[in-house]
């Protein structure tokens, strides 16, 4: 069924809203996967893989064990799809999995896995992290023209919602690590008489000389009430 554009717009408006309401960073991923099923003609199953750092791959949100199990597939050959949204192209559309020539290895281990048709969309790519929103059906041509449209338009605002989340989640790990170190520095003060920037040369110190981030420094320090000395 054919949306019409007012339509769209107020339900991707509606969607946008819900994802901006996820607490954190995997709240996020998960309801865009859910949401792309229910809002994406032909979506059957969804799923979201990203590779972090330009070498970590793996598959961070799906809507059951089918998502997994296709992605496995392509890491195992080596090609697919989903790993050229990722790298290569915007929007990676495969109407018949089985007889695309683009990719034989893959396409066999997929017709196995009863996955008919895919569509997959870049979601976001910066210097060292990229990710693809991956859309599968079990019949071929699952994915029209339409399908195309209406998923542009939802991962760039998951794309959208997904960024905001990221920078919430960081703000709050930063907020967490500035106190946890400022109670490590009251400990250090009261302890040994110092004050606030003798306190936290001692923690940059021992940060450096342990090779551990400072955060883990202070987190040791206020558990345990010493600093770690990198014996076990």
């Known amino acids: 069924m054919a949306h019409d554009d007012s339509d769209l717009a107020t339900q991707l408006t509606d969607i946008a809203r819900g994802l901006r309401r996820q607490r954190g960073e995997q709240e996020t991923l998960d309801a865009i996967v859910h949401a792309a099923v229910g809002s994406i003609p032909g979506a059957e199953h969804a799923g979201i893989m990203t590779i972090t750092g330009r070498k970590e791959i793996k598959t961070v949100a799906t809507t059951g064990e089918l998502p997994c199990e296709v992605d496995q597939a392509q890491l195992d050959s080596g090609e ?32 196995d896995l009863k996955v008919g048709s895919m569509l997959s ?34 991962a760039g605002h998951s794309a959208i919602a997904l960024a905001a989340a990221t920078e919430r989640e960081q703000l709050g790990e930063a907020v967490a690590t500035r106190d946890l170190i400022g109670q490590a520095k009251g400990i250090l003060m009261e302890r040994h008489q110092m004050d606030a920037d003798q306190a936290f040369a001692v923690l940059v110190r021992a940060s450096q000389y342990l090779n551990l981030k400072l955060r883990d420094i202070a987190e040791h320090l206020t558990t345990t009430r010493k600093l770690p000395t990198g014996q076990d």
Not at 89 to 94: G, H, M, W
Not at 129 to 151: I, Q
């Open 121 to 154: 969309f870049q979601l976001f790519v910066d210097d060292e992290d990229l990710g693809a929103l991956n859309l599968y059906a079990a019949g071929t041509r699952a994915f029209a023209d339409e399908s195309v449209h209406v998923g542009s338009l939802f």
């Open 80 to 111: 697919g799809p989903c790993l050229t949204a990722l790298y290569l192209e915007k929007i990676v559309s495969v109407p018949d999995v089985a007889g695309d020539e683009r990719w034989r290895a893959f396409g066999r281990k997929a017709a």
